[in-house]
């Protein structure tokens, strides 16, 4: 079992950076892939970035959004730049066991980002 929970998440102008941080406990973190989804107010959860054995962006954040972890500190981070109103969402922070596959998602954190 793991417990995942997001810190980080709040309000910014647009043009504004936040940084997200998802903290892991239970298991081995290593043995995780880790990535970063988030749901807008009426639409599906999306995709957002993996880290892995290879690093994964989403070609809509690609360039501002940065993913990485530390698996001293059994953390995930995703670096957010130069922020759009478009990316108002609850993020969420996911991890997947390399050794059966079995999915954790953490409770989320909201990020607003005003005009």
């Known amino acids: 079992q793991v417990q995942l929970v997001e810190s980080g998440g709040g309000l910014v102008q647009a043009g504004g950076s936040l940084k997200l941080s998802c903290a892991a406990s239970g298991r081995t973190f290593s043995h995780y892939d880790l990535g970063w989804y988030r749901q807008a107010p009426g639409k599906e959860r999306e995709f957002v970035a993996h880290?892995?054995?290879?690093?994964y962006i989403a070609d809509s954040v690609k360039g501002r959004f940065t993913i990485s972890r530390d698996n001293d500190k059994n953390t995930v981070y995703l670096q957010m730049n130069n922020l759009k109103p478009e990316n108002t969402a609850v993020y969420y922070c996911?991890?997947?066991?390399?050794?059966?596959?079995?999915?954790?998602w953490g409770p989320g954190t909201q990020v607003n980002v005003s005009s």
């Open positions: 996911n991890a997947t066991s390399t050794i059966g596959g079995t999915d954790y």
């Open positions: 880290i892995g054995g290879t690093t």
